[in-house]
């Protein structure tokens, strides 16, 4: 049997009792198919150890792409998952050139997304390369992927063809609306499920007699709903993990699917206002930079600094508790809004436009600095509008190793990128980005060779057939 490439070069590994089956895939003469894997590594390509993280020897394939699954793949990866990512030759993930491009023409941003995965490139289109796939989702704990409901069981690579070789295997899907339905087969864009779970109509400013959507909603500057889809399908794969773990315990072996769509993700944060309409027949509308029925939290205007005349300067204040309000009053010069008549939310919720014009016309002639430290002082939460540039110099963000500084390419010829460090923070558990998102087929002889078995005469004649990268 060939040595793994893991052992080959020094990396350590753990070894676990797994019933070992054995089957024939096609041509390729794919066999040692293990239920689930019978080696996992627990080292990485950085030097660190993953033996620590708490998904450490869990294998993750993934193949989705942009945004929803690999997001839910990032956050597995960063927590000790080994991330399996594959992607189509040549082109690999699109979002490899999405947005800003770095000196070598990729994306700072799949740096980041794309962080403590195994980049190997193999064409789904071919049926060979379906056969290297079918044999890693075999020797695998979860298959994640983001494409259309249906596309994995038109290439014989969903749970009713894989379950029967890998019954524990987890299949983790995210799509627009879910597997089933009469939505199911539409294409999944985050925009537009936004717009269908209702999210996008309470963005925006209301008109001013209807108090409902007043011109197009707005829209937050980044995929909201992909990300928050990836959320979602990070829980749900490590619950069906901890139900797996629960019925081999108890001598079952079963797998499961994780039924991710954007469109319930989304709506799972929309807090009150299906009961709310429910029960009173409201419909809430959009309410500019505060929220509907708490008085006062909003973004108010402030003197422009000096330093920076061009710029808006706005700050939030949050000081919806009654003994805050009345603080918050006293600081404004405003007593005269203190009393009876304003002692509770619900009073201050009639008198909403009074109280935020009193407020804005005393932000208005002061710096954001100044509000910020006049608030602060009397125990009110505020706190500045901040850019991106103003974020990364922040103490607290310094403080805490928010951002992180990740290198990409070699010692000699490399560079650095920061990147957001994945939350939440686990005591005693210290976790970092071990590389960042790797080149395209990065690891194809790791896992193509060392892991599946692969000689180098199968490997070359599947790069000549351009099944693989």
Sequence with gaps: ????????????????????????????????????????????????????????????????????????????????????????????????????????????????????????????????????????????DVLLENFKPGTLEKWNIGPADLHPYNPSLIFTRVSGYGQTGPWASRPGYASVCEAE???????????????????????????????VA??????????????????????????????????????NLTEGII??????????????????????????????????????????????????????????GRQDLTGPAYAHNQHRVARQTEIEDAISAWTRERTAEEVEGALRAVGVPTGRVLSVKEVLESPQVKARGVVEDVWVGDEENGWSVKVPRVAPVLEECQIGTRWAGPELGQHNREVLLGELGLSQEAYEELQRERVVG
């Design 1 to 140: 049997m060939k040595m793994p490439l893991h052992r080959r070069v020094g990396f350590t590994l753990q070894i676990q009792n797994r019933t070992i089956r054995k089957m024939w895939f096609g041509s390729v003469g794919f066999q040692g198919i293990r239920t689930p894997r019978l080696i996992r590594a627990v080292a990485t390509e950085s030097g660190r150890s993953t033996q620590h993280l708490p998904l450490s020897g869990i294998r993750v394939l993934e193949i989705g792409q942009v945004i929803a699954g690999p997001f839910c793949g990032q956050l597995l990866g960063h927590f000790g998952a080994e991330v399996i990512k594959i992607e189509p030759p040549h082109t690999g993930d699109p979002l490899r050139v999405w947005r800003e491009l770095d000196v070598d023409g990729v994306s700072p941003w799949w740096r980041s997304i794309g962080r403590n995965k195994k980049s190997v490139t193999i064409d789904l289109r071919k049926e060979q390369g379906r056969e290297l796939v079918r044999k890693l989702a075999i020797e695998s």
């Design 197 to 227: 779970s209702g999210f996008r109509y309470i963005n925006g400013h209301p008109d001013p007699e209807t108090g409902m959507l007043s011109g197009p909603p707005v829209r937050p500057n980044i995929s909201l709903g992909d990300s």
């Design 230 to 267: 990836g959320l979602h399908a990070a829980f749900g794969t490590v619950l069906a993990l901890m139900s797996r773990q629960r019925r081999q315990a108890s001598g079952q072996v079963v797998g499961q699917t994780v039924d991710v769509s954007i469109l319930e993700s989304m709506l």
């Design 275 to 332: 009961p709310e309409y429910d029960r009173k027949g409201k419909i809430r509308g959009p309410s500019g930079s505060s929220i509907t029925g708490i008085v006062p939290t909003n973004a108010y205007p402030c003197k422009r600094s000096p330093a920076s005349p061009d710029i808006p300067s706005y700050v939030v204040v949050g000081a919806n508790a009654d003994s805050m309000y009345v603080r918050l009053m006293h600081a404004i």
